[in-house]
């Protein structure tokens, strides 16, 4: 759910910033508008003293009145398309362009009625100079005039009513900036739901509706096929498992039987020299093939988790000591040499695991030198305590792991030309016991040696389910004079 939450998160930080983005770009309109206004101040203003020169313009002549040709030039430029002079007495003592249906003379109800208004629908301007008043009209719908009228006291308040409209715009956009997060979060919860799901291998079935309907229906019908193909899987796996281990099972009375006539043959006197190691070869091959039957029900087992694991409280160093002294035991030739390397931190202390599969593998990597070493080798096994991690180092003096096999064991691969089935058992073992399997260069020879790390755990937490046998660390016995933990 973290990462639906930064989804909304993402989109409400968007929306924020919308918010913003109109806020300024409102802010940008009402100081253009303002500039504007400015602007248009001026242009009155010019206006005034345009009114003015043209009334300035005017001189009597005799009797009559008349305008320079400076004022003419004024009115056109103005845009003006009549204008007219009136006396004290409302009287038109001079004018240009004025319609014909005009009177000649205006009460001072009528001159009142059109000094900031219109006059038939002409736009008037005056201006007023020495007892005259000078008259101009604009052309017919060219100029909308309107009569504002504000208290004082109203006008006063306008920067108050705008920081208390701002804040409330503010806190409206919020509002809504948050109410869409929601929704949108709703919309999406059952589709992270899913998602989980489907991550942990559960099935899921997401509403079909909504915003985000469409993408449930594709999230189910993800569900549906995933399912359908793990149970193919499984039905697969276990059918290849159980093959495996009937093939194991049929081969082992025949296989017993060959190899008990095989050591009769290799023990009884009457036969030659040659007959005998005949019988000794097929005896050895037998062991063999048994072992590799073994190891190939072993490693389907812990491929498909079939095989449980028997955890105890166990001593490393002294699960190691009897791994190598078993091959002593047995005969381990002059050439071979196993030296062990562990401090005393490391015999002290006490792991988990199923001591039955960690000295299987301990058997696989010692047995892998020795078997790939015939001219013989050293190898040097280290227990080394770091954190929370025991580490087991293996490296020989010989031909070591090749960079080959290496790379498929860390890709978790198998080819047809390699045969790493001890190996691969080994990885799986490690791995089912919460390791990782490494493989370091040895600096000394060039080749890979081989490392694998085990968790090291201070105690059980109490209430946790227990499989086969397990000792708190507090009741564990100390290590016999062998280093093995009795049980």
Same mark, same amino acid.
């Not at 038109?92 to 005009?102: Q, S």
């Not at 105690?459 to 660390?473: D, L, Q």
């Given at each position: 759910?973290?990462?639906?939450?930064?989804?909304?998160?993402?989109?409400?930080?968007?929306?924020?910033?919308?918010?913003?983005?109109?806020?300024?770009?409102?802010?940008?309109?009402?100081?253009?508008?303002?500039?504007?206004?400015?602007?248009?101040?001026?242009?009155?203003?010019?206006?005034?003293?345009?009114?003015?020169?043209?009334?300035?313009?005017?001189?009597?002549?005799?009797?009559?009145?008349?305008?320079?040709?400076?004022?003419?030039?004024?009115?056109?430029?103005?845009?003006?398309?009549?204008?007219?002079?009136?006396?004290?007495?409302?009287?038109?003592?001079?004018?240009?362009?004025?319609?014909?249906?005009?009177?000649?003379?205006?009460?001072?109800?009528?001159?009142?009625?059109?000094?900031?208004?219109?006059?038939?629908?002409?736009?008037?301007?005056?201006?007023?100079?020495?007892?005259?008043?000078?008259?101009?009209?604009?052309?017919?719908?060219?100029?909308?005039?309107?009569?504002?009228?504000?208290?004082?006291?109203?006008?006063?308040?306008?920067?108050?009513?705008?920081?208390?409209?701002?804040?409330?715009?503010?806190?409206?956009?919020?509002?809504?900036?948050?109410?869409?997060?929601?929704?949108?979060?709703?919309?999406?919860?059952?589709?992270?739901?899913?998602?989980?799901?489907?991550? !942990? %291998?559960? /099935? *899921?079935?997401?509403?079909?509706?909504?915003?985000?309907?469409? #993408?449930?229906?594709? &999230? $189910?019908? =993800? +569900?549906?096929?995933?399912?359908?193909?793990?149970?193919?899987?499984?039905?697969?796996?276990?059918?290849?498992?159980?093959?495996?281990?009937?093939?194991?099972?049929?081969?082992?009375?025949?296989?017993?039987?060959?190899?008990?006539?095989?050591?009769?043959?290799?023990?009884?006197?009457?036969?030659?020299?040659?007959?005998? !190691? %005949?019988? /000794? *070869?097929?005896?050895?091959?037998?062991?063999?093939?048994?072992? #590799?039957?073994?190891? &190939? $029900?072993? =490693? +389907?087992?812990?491929?498909?988790?079939?095989?449980?694991?028997?955890?105890?409280?166990?001593?490393?160093?002294?699960?190691?000591?009897?791994?190598?002294?078993?091959?002593?035991?047995?005969?381990?030739?002059?050439?071979?040499?196993?030296?062990?390397?562990?401090?005393?931190?490391?015999?002290?202390?006490?792991?988990?695991?199923?001591?039955?599969?960690?000295?299987?593998?301990?058997?696989?990597?010692?047995?892998?030198?020795?078997?790939?070493?015939?001219?013989?080798?050293?190898?040097?096994?280290?227990?080394?305590?770091?954190?929370?991690?025991?580490?087991?180092?293996?490296?020989?003096?010989?031909?070591?792991?090749?960079?080959?096999?290496?790379?498929?064991?860390?890709?978790?691969?198998?080819?047809?030309?390699?045969?790493?089935?001890?190996?691969?058992?080994?990885?799986?073992?490690?791995?089912?016991?919460?390791?990782?399997?490494?493989?370091?260069?040895?600096?000394?020879?060039?080749?890979?040696?081989?490392?694998?790390?085990?968790?090291?755990?201070?105690?059980?937490?109490?209430?946790?389910?227990?499989?086969?046998?397990?000792?708190?660390?507090?009741?564990?016995?100390?290590?016999?004079?062998?280093?093995?933990?009795?049980?």
């Amino acid at each position: 759910m973290k990462s639906l939450l930064g989804i909304v998160r993402r989109y409400t930080i968007n929306a924020v910033l919308i918010t913003l983005v109109i806020l300024l770009f409102n802010a940008g309109a009402f100081v253009f508008l303002v500039y504007q206004a400015g602007k248009e101040n001026v242009r009155t203003d010019s206006l005034r003293d345009t009114l003015a020169l043209i009334c300035g313009e005017v001189s009597k002549e005799g009797e009559s009145y008349v305008l320079s040709e400076e004022g003419y030039e004024a009115l056109s430029e103005r845009g003006y398309v009549w204008a007219m002079l009136l006396d004290a007495e409302g009287s038109v003592v001079w004018a240009w362009n004025l319609p014909e249906d005009f009177p000649g003379r205006y009460s001072l109800t009528e001159v009142a009625g059109f000094a900031r208004w219109y006059y038939r629908d002409y736009p008037v301007r005056v201006w007023g100079e020495d007892g005259m008043l000078l008259v101009t009209g604009s052309p017919k719908d060219s100029v909308v005039k309107l009569d504002l009228e504000y208290p004082a006291r109203t006008l006063r308040a306008v920067p108050s009513m705008l920081r208390i409209f701002f804040v409330l715009n503010v806190l409206l956009l919020l509002v809504l900036a948050v109410w869409f997060a929601f929704r949108f979060y709703r919309a999406l919860r059952p589709i992270a739901e899913g998602i989980e799901a489907l991550a !942990k %291998g559960k /099935e *899921t079935a997401a509403p079909e509706r909504g915003l985000t309907g469409e #993408l449930a229906g594709k &999230l $189910n019908q =993800t +569900s549906r096929t995933l399912q359908a193909q793990r149970e193919k899987l499984r039905q697969r796996d276990d059918a290849r498992t159980q093959w495996i281990s009937g093939v194991s099972h049929d081969i082992r009375t025949p296989l017993s039987l060959i190899l008990g006539v095989s050591d009769e043959l290799a023990a009884d006197p009457s036969l030659g020299e040659e007959q005998r !190691k %005949g019988a /000794e *070869t097929i005896k050895k091959q037998s062991l063999q093939i048994r072992q #590799l039957i073994a190891d &190939l $029900n072993l =490693t +389907s087992k812990l491929e498909y988790h079939a095989q449980p694991l028997r955890l105890s409280w166990y001593s490393p160093a002294g699960l190691l000591r009897e791994t190598v002294t078993e091959y002593y035991n047995n005969g381990l030739e002059e050439r071979y040499g196993i030296e062990l390397r562990i401090g005393q931190k490391e015999e002290e202390l006490l792991l988990e695991g199923d001591t039955a599969l960690l000295k299987r593998a301990l058997q696989n990597i010692i047995g892998n030198s020795i078997r790939h070493n015939p001219e013989g080798v050293s190898l040097t096994i280290t227990l080394k305590a770091q954190g929370r991690e025991l580490f087991w180092d293996f490296l020989d003096t010989g031909s070591g792991i090749p960079g080959r096999v290496a790379k498929l064991l860390n890709q978790n691969r198998q080819e047809a030309d390699i045969h790493i089935m001890g190996l691969r058992i080994v990885r799986q073992i490690v791995v089912a016991h919460g390791g990782r399997l490494t493989f370091p260069l040895n600096q000394k020879t060039g080749t890979y040696g081989l490392r694998f790390s085990l968790p090291v755990r201070t105690g059980i937490p109490e209430g946790e389910a227990t499989s086969g046998t397990r000792v708190r660390p507090e009741e564990a016995p100390p290590p016999g004079p062998d280093g093995q933990v009795p049980r």
